[in-house]
């Protein structure tokens, strides 16, 4: 059997890019690694996405997802992508199992918060752990919190933190923030805001949840517990692109890069969601980008771009 649309990775994009195929009539597959829902559905709560005004798990919103792309024939299969061939008109998709092929593809395998990978960070993710302001900020109201990192996202999200929390502290290994001036203006000049500098975190520790962090001093050797509520970490991102290695064009960060149809350098092959260069990457970010490439799937299809 060749499928029109094979859409790799379930996820907000991939399962939207699912419902679009599937009910404009294309014969679709979505190939996830594990549970359909990605990174969304290990989300606890989902206050941001439009439609639900005392927000929703993600676990449900992504249960929901699944099953409107389903009802409209999509066909799913638990299966991890190794690599594709793409052979022009046909592509063959190899999977550990078996090879798929298709006529058109659309990549959405995310991307993964880079991790600090000290002891604690597992243990405590959704409990006070976080790698996203937007989704969990508002969960931190009047509360002390922790933002790890100095770069530009580091310190865009601890600003974002100051409208909840009581105090935020960025945690940088450096003397000095790498976020561009203005942002370090922003940060400098707000009284909500502290900084250790010179520090990282050894350790993050409490019992059902955060409530302290070991951060060390990289010049005097010293290591001190500070008390705070949530750690933010934001050391940047790591696309899911190994398998694409020669198959599509990737910047200098492994993200797919993609035209304004979200065609990727490969005809025939688009791209939607957190894993392709982009400014935001939120649920409903990735909703869009769904829809825009498998009805750009389907106008390739129909011979039209």
């Known amino acids: ?51 639900f005004p005392e927000g929703i798990s993600g676990p449900e919103l992504m249960t929901k997802f699944h099953q409107q792309a389903t009802r409209h024939g999509a066909e799913f299969k638990m299966s991890e992508v190794k690599s594709i061939d793409d052979q022009g008109e046909v592509k063959r998709i190899v999977t550990g199992e078996e090879e798929i092929e298709a006529k058109s593809i659309v990549i959405a395998t995310g991307a993964k918060a880079r991790k600090v990978g000290v002891p604690g960070e597992e243990k405590f993710q959704g409990r006070g752990v976080s790698y996203c302001a937007t989704c969990d900020g508002a969960f931190f109201k009047d509360k002390r919190v922790a933002v790890i990192g100095g770069g530009d996202s580091a310190v865009e999200e601890a600003l974002f933190l100051t409208k909840y929390a009581s105090q935020v502290v960025i945690i940088h290994r450096r003397d000095q923030l790498r976020a561009v001036k203005i942002l370090q203006e922003k940060a400098l000049n707000n009284e909500k805001m502290d900084f250790l500098w010179d520090s990282t975190v050894q350790e993050i520790k409490g019992n059902s949840k955060v409530e302290q962090v070991a951060v060390k001093n990289v010049k005097t050797g010293d290591i001190a517990d500070h008390q705070f509520d949530g750690v933010f970490v934001f050391v940047g991102t790591v696309p899911n692109t190994a398998y694409l290695k020669d198959v599509v064009e990737l910047n200098e960060k492994g993200y797919v890069i993609a035209s304004d149809f979200l065609q990727t350098s490969a005809k025939g092959i688009f791209v939607a969601g957190d894993v392709r260069e982009k400014f935001l990457r939120q649920v409903s970010t990735a909703v869009g980008d769904g829809a825009h490439a498998a009805m750009a799937a389907e106008r390739y299809l129909g011979g039209i771009m």
Do not use: C, F, H
């Not at 790799?8 to 679009?20: F, H, M, W």
């Open 1 to 51: 059997m060749i499928y029109d649309l094979a859409i790799i990775g379930g996820g907000p994009a991939g399962l939207t890019a699912a419902l679009y195929g599937a009910r404009g009539g294309l014969k679709t597959i979505v190939l996830e690694s594990s549970m359909p829902g990605g990174q969304a559905a290990l989300t606890d709560i989902i206050d941001n996405y439009p439609g």
